[in-house]
């Protein structure tokens, strides 16, 4: 009897322990969730407790996909909005978009106004130093090609002399990864973004590209409307104050004129 009762007892703390502990992790898993940390749990097993623990993990990666994608939306919204000029809009877009998709490097062409090219208007960890072409025609180089056909355009394998290598710091590396994607406001080309990473993008980094590129799009036409108004509004003032001027000297002339004619009576 004694036997037995030990027994019953070391088989109860087992079994306890054995449910404890895979809840006590779900709970964990949980809070982490809840404080934005998207981890998975560690538990290994072939009963429910199993897969109730991989159903947990297939939930918190779906979970922090949608947070990622719209934590970065959220932030290049945010960012731009927050920019007026059009330096701003380039630089600061470029920046977030490597940030969210890890990419190593970046660069963002605008089309040349008039013309059927691109200048490089914005890098991201590039050299300057390299012999990077910064004007390029449609059809012509990665972005070329890009801007011509109007389509994202995926290269591994990139050669060194693509001139998009990463600054380190310390060496130079050529990224194995690019992905070009045109850039549209109202179906008319505005440029083309070029992101490159050590590794290819999965599908979350295309959804954080391909939601935020249309977002671009609409900055980039705002900045462009806002100076060409404010050099618009520049131009006014300036003409305005010739005109100013060109009247105090037709008043200071028929002042004159008005004197002369007055000695002459």
């Not at 590794?199 to 799009?217: A, D, M, R, T």
């Amino acid at each position: 009897n004694v036997l037995l009762a030990i027994f019953a007892i070391a088989l109860g703390f087992v079994l306890t322990r054995s449910i404890t502990k895979p809840i006590s992790l779900l709970i964990g898993g949980t809070q982490n969730i809840m404080a934005g940390r998207f981890e998975p749990i560690a538990l290994h097993r072939s009963d429910e407790l199993g897969d109730l623990a991989s159903d947990f993990n297939k939930m918190s990666t779906l979970l922090g996909n949608n947070y990622n994608r719209l934590n970065a939306y959220s932030d290049l919204v945010t960012t731009l909005n927050s920019s007026a000029s059009m330096e701003d809009v380039q630089r600061k877009a470029l920046e977030i978009l490597c940030k969210h998709t890890q990419a190593s490097l970046g660069a963002l062409y605008l089309v040349i106004r008039g013309q059927r090219a691109l200048e490089l208007v914005s890098g991201y960890a590039l050299r300057k130093d390299r012999a990077l072409d910064k004007r390029l025609a449609f059809g012509e180089g990665i972005p070329g090609e890009c801007a011509a056909e109007g389509k994202e355009i995926e290269l591994t394998n990139i050669p060194g002399s693509s001139g998009f290598v990463v600054d380190t710091g310390f060496v130079e590396l050529v990224p194995s990864y690019v992905l070009a994607v045109p850039v549209f406001f109202r179906e008319e080309i505005l440029g083309v973004l070029v992101l490159g990473a050590m590794k290819k993008f999965g599908e979350l980094e295309k959804e954080i590209v391909n939601n935020s590129v249309p977002q671009l799009g609409v900055a980039l036409t705002n900045a462009m409307n806002y100076e060409e108004t404010r050099s618009l509004s520049v131009e006014i003032t300036k003409r305005n104050e010739e005109l100013s001027a060109k009247n105090k000297e037709i008043e200071k002339a028929y002042t004159e004129l008005k004197s002369t004619q007055t000695q002459l009576i």
